[in-house]
């Protein structure tokens, strides 16, 4: 299987992201736009058979710290390697550019991401305790 890839828009991104089942808190389009708006940033789309099937976003910290903010893949082209290969492209994109690490936030809830980020080696850098263990906010990081 080959995976295509292209650079999308925030509107793109956005009209995936809403039909994620996962995510029960949905950023507006303005609120997408807002987080990119004025600093470098990446907005990734992956395709199969021209209809889009998996996005990654992300975004400058510093110089030298990109963050992958919101991404996902639909159910249905799940454990087909698009995630995989989103995330390698991000980190190749990253690090042409001269970043040096990226850092990702997940919730504890999310074990298929978790289990891939670790996996892809990303480390563990922190955890946010929330009320409900499921929810609390996991950080990870991984050098380029």
């Not at 292209?6 to 029960?24: G, M, N, V």
């Not at 919730?107 to 409900?132: C, E, P, S």
Request: hydrophobic share 40%.
């Amino acid at each position: 299987m080959t995976v295509f890839l292209r650079t999308a828009s925030a509107k793109e991104i956005h009209l995936l992201y809403a039909q994620l089942p996962e995510f029960d808190t949905r950023h507006t389009l303005l609120e997408i736009e807002m987080r990119l708006q004025n600093q470098p940033h990446h907005l990734l789309m992956a395709e199969a058979d021209g209809r889009p099937a998996g996005f990654i976003a992300g975004y400058a910290l510093d110089s030298m710290l990109f963050c992958s903010w919101l991404g996902g893949v639909s159910p249905e082209y799940r454990r087909r390697g698009y995630a995989s290969a989103l995330w390698t492209a991000q980190e190749e994109w990253a690090r042409a550019r001269g970043y040096s690490k990226i850092t990702v936030k997940t919730r504890n809830r999310f074990k298929g991401m978790l289990l891939f980020l670790i996996t892809n080696h990303y480390r563990l850098t922190r955890v946010d305790a929330q009320d409900d263990e499921e929810e609390n906010l996991v950080w990870l990081a991984k050098s380029l």
